[in-house]
């Protein structure tokens, strides 16, 4: 292409152009220019230029229209160092493989049938939090819900054998989280010794993580028999008796590990933040939280959610839309542009990053009237009539859409109505809630709450 259409966009000051803004607050800034350039903009970021692309029927000529003329970004190595080749960062026909056996998994229809230990496990060990009821000891809920959903995840991904490591791995994890580089640490210097450290402490919890997720593998044979897990539907049709098992898992190691780390990483921690969220949104909304607990109490009542029940959750599922939509806890993605074309009529040069950003879309004020307030009745079935689907994206879109989506509503909705069947949870006094954009989008200060028992 040798006309050039770029969009327009903020160029920034100096040899650093943006940078600085996009690392002090990078949703904000971003939501700033989609208001200032439009549907697509063209964003100095000092060493390089990037897209943002708002604009819904946009992000669908990126998503489905063009799809095959992006791939995934994969810039951050620490994500592919801790994930590796799985259905997340995987490209091609290993990724098509990998989707496609995958899928059957993932519908409502055989996710629905494991609700019942879901259930039971979630409920004990929300049970836990009775002492602190009891002893008026407040919840600090991000921590919790990501024990939660880790637990969750690892015995869905894993099976059995994540029950006696989870403790393990949620400690390994943490210190993975902690020393994970902040956006600020990205272009800076490994000779900067804080950043020396964050590196090796973050290698060292990856080898214990490998070393944790290698010896389940090593004892699977020994426990498959009555596995839930994803982990025996990786194994290949014949594939089942001890011996063929063992052999299985010896060969292909590396690849089993990338499968399941990506399906628990992608699954635990997006939920885990997003619980926090609707949970924060349903204490600070009086009205909100009282029709979630006429809501369970109707259609629920004392016993155990049971796929069923849970689908008759109407109002509580627009509560966790509109709380993703508000706060989606993956604020954005982005695709690299494999070769020239052009979005929007703008050229696209080869190699671009087009940054697309839930937290801007769903903030648009010609697809969202009042953009910033917290409305559930948007989800109303008349209200969605005419509302593009490319301008709600908690979940992205296209072929490389979540495929867990059902799996974190219908966990949402659960984790809701069993907090709703037992407790009130009301943020703490002078806690401080702001939103901060990590890998997800977490509370910054995370979200400690008092916990109180319902009167029976
Ligand atoms: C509220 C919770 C969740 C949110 C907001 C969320 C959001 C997303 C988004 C935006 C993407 C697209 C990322 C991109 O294109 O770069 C994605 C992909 C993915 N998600 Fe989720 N997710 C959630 C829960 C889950 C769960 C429970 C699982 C279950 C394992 C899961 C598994 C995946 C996988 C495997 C991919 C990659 C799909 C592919 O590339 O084919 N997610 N998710």
Redesign the pocket.
């Known amino acids: 292409m040798s006309n050039h259409n770029f969009p327009p966009g903020p160029e920034g000051q100096g040899k650093l152009g943006c940078l600085p803004e996009m690392r002090a607050n990078p949703m904000e800034f971003l939501e700033q220019v989609a208001l200032k350039y439009g549907g697509i903009a063209r964003v100095n970021m000092g060493a390089y230029y990037s897209y943002l692309v708002s604009e819904p029927k946009l992000i669908k000529e990126v998503l489905v229209d063009n799809y095959d003329k992006y791939k995934?970004?994969t810039r951050y190595k620490q994500v592919r160092m801790v994930i590796g080749e799985?259905?997340?960062l995987s490209e091609g026909d290993v990724?098509k493989n990998q989707?496609s056996h995958a899928q059957p998994k993932?519908t409502a229809k055989s996710l629905d049938k494991q609700v019942d230990w879901i259930t039971a496990l979630a409920a004990d060990f929300l049970d836990t939090w009775d002492s602190n009821a009891k002893e008026n000891k407040p919840v600090e809920l991000e921590y919790q819900f990501n024990l939660l959903t880790q637990l969750l995840?690892g015995v869905w991904?894993m099976g059995e054998g994540f029950k006696p490591r989870a403790q393990t791995v949620f400690s390994i994890y943490n210190q993975i989280r902690m020393n994970w580089p902040e956006m600020t640490d990205l272009r800076s210097t490994l000779l900067q010794p804080k950043n020396l450290k964050k590196e090796i402490n973050f290698r060292k919890a990856l080898a214990n993580l490998n070393k944790c997720v290698y010896s389940l593998l090593d004892d699977y044979s020994n426990t498959y028999e009555n596995d839930i897990g994803f982990l025996k539907h990786l194994l290949p049709e014949g594939v089942n008796d001890k011996s063929a098992i063992k052999k299985y898992i010896k060969n292909n190691r590396r690849s089993l590990r990338d499968q399941l780390l990506?399906?628990f990483v992608?699954?635990f921690e997006?939920?885990a933040t997003?619980l926090c969220w609707s949970l924060y949104v349903i204490d600070k909304y009086s009205e909100v939280k009282q029709s979630i607990h006429d809501e369970v109490n109707q259609v629920i009542g004392l016993q155990a959610p049971t796929a069923e029940l849970l689908n008759k959750l109407d109002y509580t599922e627009k509560v966790i839309k509109e709380s993703?939509r508000l706060y989606?806890?993956?604020h954005s993605?982005?695709r690299v542009a494999l070769l020239d074309h052009e979005i929007g009529g703008y050229q696209v040069p080869k190699e671009m990053t087009v940054i697309i950003s839930?937290y801007v879309t769903h903030r648009l004020p010609e697809y969202w009237d009042d953009p910033h307030t917290f409305d559930p009745s948007r989800f109303d079935k008349q209200r969605t009539v005419g509302r593009s689907r490319f301008a709600y994206?908690?979940?992205?879109a296209g072929?490389?859409?979540?495929?867990?989506?059902y799996?974190?509503l219908m966990?949402?909705k659960l984790v809701v109505a069993l907090i709703a069947q037992r407790y009130n949870l009301t943020l703490c006094d002078g806690h401080k809630v702001e939103k901060h954009a990590a890998t997800t989008m977490r509370p910054k200060y995370g979200m400690k709450m008092n916990v109180q028992h319902l009167a029976a």
Do not use: D, E
């Open positions: 995934k970004n799985g259905m997340l990724w989707r993932f995840a991904v990506t399906l992608t699954a997006t939920t997003s993703l989606s806890s993956v993605f982005s839930s994206i908690p979940f992205a072929h490389r859409n979540c495929i867990g989506s799996m974190a966990q949402s």
